[in-house]
């Protein structure tokens, strides 16, 4: 199924769901453009704690607390019902936090009666919809989703109206170390910047050199194979030396200290060598001297 047509079913899905939520606000409104089914008091109402949304930047909040000061909330928060006089959120805890900013005391609600699976679905899509989560929230949500109901990458693409290659370049950024995803979450990093990183041998250096030197996602793929290149070049071998013993070991020392010069002993049980190592023609003429002496 390609992109545009999932979009369309996704589209009428989430329609029949939650009503046309995605439609553009209309300048100078000041009641809802989608019909809330009721008010109740916010105070009922709890935040998902299976949202995949974990950042909220206190600024845009604020904003939006005064638009709804002066608007009204033109979108209602999407709920579920939990048990007598409780809700919780599906969609819009973005909306329901700037509410409390604003000092509601009622919010408008669209009440929708669904399992976790389709809440979790609900919530994803809304915010990917949105553009409201960051890469490494993504990541996390459609792991959820593949972990918690046995998604395949393809299905989970058809459902979100993704490819199935996004999914996957997504749920690659979870490999990254810590402070790598860490710099996703923040937006330091970007997703290009990150995937590029997963198969490097130190993602967390790498990260680093691109962030100091604010390089494009195209310098960091480079900088990323070199990485990967010298991975996969032969490195020398040194040879391999036999056991020798402590005698063997002792002589060496020995030698070494009374030459002022690096002395191997190969020795064996029908013979050996000794091995003297010079750095200069001064060296090499005082080992003739003292051999002549001899």
């Known amino acids: 199924m390609s992109d545009d047509v999932a979009k369309r079913r996704l589209g009428r899905g989430l329609a029949a769901l939650i009503g046309e939520m995605d439609q553009p606000t209309p300048v100078n409104v000041e009641k809802p453009s989608v019909s809330a089914d009721r008010t109740i008091p916010i105070e009922f ?17 604020h904003d939006l607390a005064s638009s709804i000061r002066q608007h009204g909330i033109v979108q209602p928060v999407v709920v579920r019902t939990l048990g007598a006089s ?24 669209i009440v929708r009666d669904v399992d976790d699976k389709t809440a979790l679905e609900i919530a994803i899509v809304e915010n990917v919809q949105r553009s409201d989560l960051n890469p490494l929230e993504e990541a996390l949500g459609y792991e959820q989703l593949i972990a918690e109901y046995g998604y395949t990458q393809n299905d989970l693409g058809e459902i979100i109206g993704k490819s199935r290659s996004h999914v996957a370049n997504s749920l690659r950024l979870l490999k990254l170390p810590e ?63 036999s056991q020798k013993d402590s005698d063997t070991l002792a002589l060496e020392r020995t030698l070494s200290d009374a030459l002022g010069l690096e002395v191997a002993i190969n020795h064996k049980a029908s013979g050996g060598q ?13 080992i003739c001297r003292l051999l002549e002496r001899r």
């Open 179 to 241: 402070p790598v995803r860490d710099l996703l979450s923040a937006g330091t990093l970007s997703a290009g910047h990150a995937r590029a990183l997963v198969p490097t041998s130190d993602p967390v250096s790498l990260a680093r050199t691109i962030v100091s030197k604010g390089m494009s996602v195209r310098d960091a793929e480079r900088l990323a194979q070199n990485d990967i290149k010298a991975q996969s070049e032969p490195r020398p071998v040194a040879p391999l030396q």
């Open 86 to 109: 409780q809700f919780e959120i599906i969609a819009g805890e973005r909306r329901w936090r700037a509410a409390q900013l604003a000092g509601l005391v009622e919010l408008p609600v």
């Open 45 to 61: 109402v709890s935040r998902n704690p299976r949202n995949p949304r974990r950042t909220f930047d206190d600024g845009e909040l």
């Open 274 to 286: 000794i091995r003297i190592s010079y750095k200069s023609l001064e060296q090499l003429e005082e």
